[in-house]
């Protein structure tokens, strides 16, 4: 298993690669606008996107799922599944009139994957479900009836379900975390979700679709939502809409994850933007939850040479177990006592390192930008500006929804 340095010099080579490789992939848009529509029966509602590296393995389940739903729902639905690489032969099980297959023919990564799609989808909304979600039995109708519904309804993205597919702690935790943030957060949002997420075609393409720069599964969606929140564009967390998450994960590879691929980008992403989401887990209870996890680290060092400071780590310990009692309370239902407080280890742990990450990813950034702005001789970076970014950055713990 490589280090966090190794795999952060790994993943930046692969991009400066792959950003060489994708000049004759790039989304255009005005070129999508001009496809003719397929002169069906009827008009396709939802194209239904789904990447995938595989045909087999969790593809193969998830996208037999689909292929089921496509012939319950009411609504009229095409399933576009799209190659990230170049492809070995197409399964039979895939031949079917409402299939399409679109390959990218070198591994681009799945905002150029996902873009591609779009390029050829003929629905008139989007609907973007990874490779490893395996949709619920009323997924697709959800989606349509609410855009039907709300004519100003650009995007809406749903949620897990509480029963993860994958076993062990760590996949358990992390898939449960995911079910209870969006569960606990409907409504309006400034972010967008590729996992299970629905957005209309003409609002995709008046942005420009995904951010290819993007090589890896990484933070493309939130970035998505930003620019479409920014426009105007509503944006809904609708937690009725379910999926199963069927990924395995390890503690290594969701800390390696979370660092390299979540964390570090998505704070450079609310530098640029120098917009502060208070919605998800980034609401007040997140905030406080980093600041009093990092704390409680704190004082279990200096308790090594002050006993006394454990008290003061019971008390951080208290209020981060009271802040987010609903979350192990969901832990305890679904799996035990014995989990729920394992999840509250983790838990702790994963606030740690999230909201160090954004500290010290700001701080660089910041540093960055100064120096920038003394060697143009242009003041880029106010001082008011750098102290309110600094306190800002105080130990938010960034996390993909």
């Given at each position: 298993m490589p280090t966090l340095d190794e795999h952060a010099r790994m993943h930046k080579a692969t991009a400066h690669e792959t950003d060489q490789k994708l000049v004759s992939l790039q989304f255009d848009a005005a070129r999508r606008k001009s496809i003719p529509v397929a002169q069906d029966a009827r008009q396709i509602d939802i194209s239904v996107i789904m990447p995938t590296i595989f045909w087999s393995g969790t593809f193969e389940r998830c996208g037999r799922r689909l292929l089921s739903l496509l012939d319950e729902t009411t609504a009229n639905v095409e399933a576009v599944f799209v190659f990230d690489g170049v492809p070995p032969p197409t399964p039979a099980w895939l031949d079917r009139p409402d299939v399409r297959i679109v390959t990218?023919?070198?591994?681009?990564?799945?905002?150029?994957?996902?873009?591609?799609?779009?390029?050829?989808?003929?629905?008139?909304?989007?609907?973007?479900?990874?490779?490893?979600?395996?949709?619920?039995?009323?997924?697709?109708?959800?989606?349509?009836?609410?855009?039907?519904?709300?004519?100003d309804l650009v995007g809406l993205f749903g949620a897990y379900d509480d029963e993860p597919a994958a076993g062990g702690l760590a996949s358990t935790f992390r898939n449960l975390?995911?079910?209870?943030?969006?569960?606990?957060?409907?409504?309006?949002?400034?972010?967008?979700?590729?996992?299970?997420?629905?957005?209309?075609?003409?609002?995709?393409?008046?942005?420009?679709?995904?951010?290819?720069?993007?090589?890896?599964?990484?933070?493309?969606?939130?970035?998505?939502?930003?620019?479409?929140?920014?426009?105007?564009?509503?944006?809904?967390?609708?937690?009725?809409?379910?999926?199963?998450?069927?990924?395995?994960?390890?503690l290594t590879s969701m800390v390696v994850t979370d660092i390299v691929h979540r964390a570090t980008p998505w704070t450079r992403l609310i530098m640029n933007s120098h917009k502060l989401p208070a919605t998800l887990n980034l609401d007040w209870r997140g905030r406080l939850s980093g600041i009093c996890s990092v704390l409680l680290a704190a004082c279990l060092v200096v308790a090594v040479f002050v006993p006394v400071a454990l008290w003061a780590a019971l008390a951080c310990g208290l209020v981060l177990f009271a802040l987010n009692s609903g979350f192990y309370g969901l832990c305890a239902r679904k799996r035990g006592a014995g989990f729920a407080v394992a999840s509250f280890a983790l838990h702790w742990f994963y606030f740690v390192y999230s909201s160090l990450t954004f500290g010290v990813v700001t701080l660089h950034e910041l540093r960055r930008r100064s120096r920038r702005s003394v060697e143009s001789g242009t003041n880029v970076l106010q001082p008011t500006a750098a102290i309110i970014l600094v306190a800002k950055a105080a130990n938010l713990p960034p996390f993909r929804q």
């Open positions: 990218t023919r070198t591994r681009s990564g799945p905002a150029v994957a996902r873009n591609l799609a779009a390029e050829s989808a003929r629905g008139e909304i989007l609907f973007f479900v990874d490779a490893d979600v395996e949709l619920a039995a009323d997924a697709i109708d959800r989606v349509h009836a609410a855009f039907a519904a709300d004519p975390l995911h079910h209870h943030t969006h569960v606990s957060n409907p409504g309006a949002a400034g972010t967008f979700w590729s996992g299970c997420g629905a957005m209309r075609t003409t609002a995709f393409l008046d942005v420009g679709g995904f951010d290819e720069k993007y090589a890896y599964p990484s933070v493309e969606d939130i970035e998505l939502g930003m620019r479409v929140a920014t426009n105007g564009g509503k944006i809904v967390l609708t937690p009725e809409v379910r999926c199963k998450h069927l990924k395995h994960w390890t």
